[in-house]
């Protein structure tokens, strides 16, 4: 039985502002069934009340405390290991604002830096890059919000957080500490902290199959791709990740709410 599922935003249930097909429909029949939902984002740049405006906007009904990002793994574990610590951010204003609400120190200048917060910045250059290895090269720990190296944009795929870690990476002797967001295991804890269910009643949908697949694997989930995004039917079988469901869209979701058993009313993997 079914009693919570996690859903990856972009690329999932929205592109841009626009709900994709079967999401709005999926997510208010789970709802009515009873079952808890919680969306999970990568987006380390928007805080949780953000998304629910925009899920809104996709006709799509979310509270702020079922939604949660990777500056949300971020400042979890920030707080667990540099709580009282100078951060060097590279990264967007959303970010830092997320950051200092927390109650966390965003250092004044990069010679000031106890540690460091690497993610998305859509001005990233060369001096910011400079300015990066001034701040982290003697050996400072420094953190990533989040893996992906691509993101879904309106029109097409790009760079994400995991491009300017790369190029961060590249520069330095040391890697990061720790890579938030999905698939974590601090973004699993708080997944299921939210859903409030044991992992083996939970499905985790998305449609990536390095993190959000690999989130619900690892906790222990059953998993749902949906190729709306930036993996198709033919990526799978290429990936250590194999979903246990492969879905066109979200419209297949809405079948979780029967009674019936999942593997008669999901669309099963090759179909």
Do not use: W
Request: hydrophobic residues 40%; contains cysteine; charged residues 25%.
């Amino acid at each position: 039985m079914i009693r919570g599922v996690v859903l990856d935003v972009d690329g999932t249930v929205v592109r841009g502002r626009d709900p994709l097909p079967g999401a709005p429909e999926a997510v208010d029949r789970l709802r009515e069934a009873g079952i808890d939902v919680c969306f999970c984002t990568n987006n380390p740049t928007s805080a949780p009340t953000a998304y629910v405006d925009r899920l809104a906007a996709a006709g799509i009904d979310a509270s702020a405390d079922e939604v949660v990002t990777a500056a949300d793994s971020t400042v979890a574990y920030l707080r667990d290991h540099h709580a009282d610590d100078a951060l060097y951010v590279l990264g967007e204003d959303g970010l830092i604002e997320q950051l200092e609400a927390a109650g966390l120190s965003v250092a004044a200048g990069h010679a000031d830096a106890d540690a460091g917060v690497v993610s998305i910045d859509r001005s990233f250059d060369y001096d910011d890059l400079a300015r990066a290895l001034a701040a982290l090269g003697d050996g400072t720990p420094y953190v990533g919000t989040d893996p992906d190296r691509v993101i879904p944009g309106p029109d097409a795929l790009v760079p994400g957080s995991g491009a300017v870690l790369s190029a961060v990476r590249g520069v330095l002797d040391h890697g990061p500490d720790a890579v938030l967001g999905k698939p974590s295991a601090t973004a699993r804890d708080l997944v299921l902290d939210a859903l409030g269910h044991p992992p083996e009643e939970c499905l985790a949908v998305g449609d990536r199959l390095d993190t959000d697949i690999a989130l619900g694997a690892d906790a222990g989930m059953r998993t749902a791709l949906v190729c709306t995004g930036v993996t198709d039917r033919d990526d799978v079988a290429a990936s250590p990740y194999e979903p246990d469901y492969v879905l066109d869209d979200c419209t297949g979701l809405a079948a979780i709410a029967d009674p019936a058993d999942i593997d008669d009313v999901l669309a099963g993997r090759g179909d």
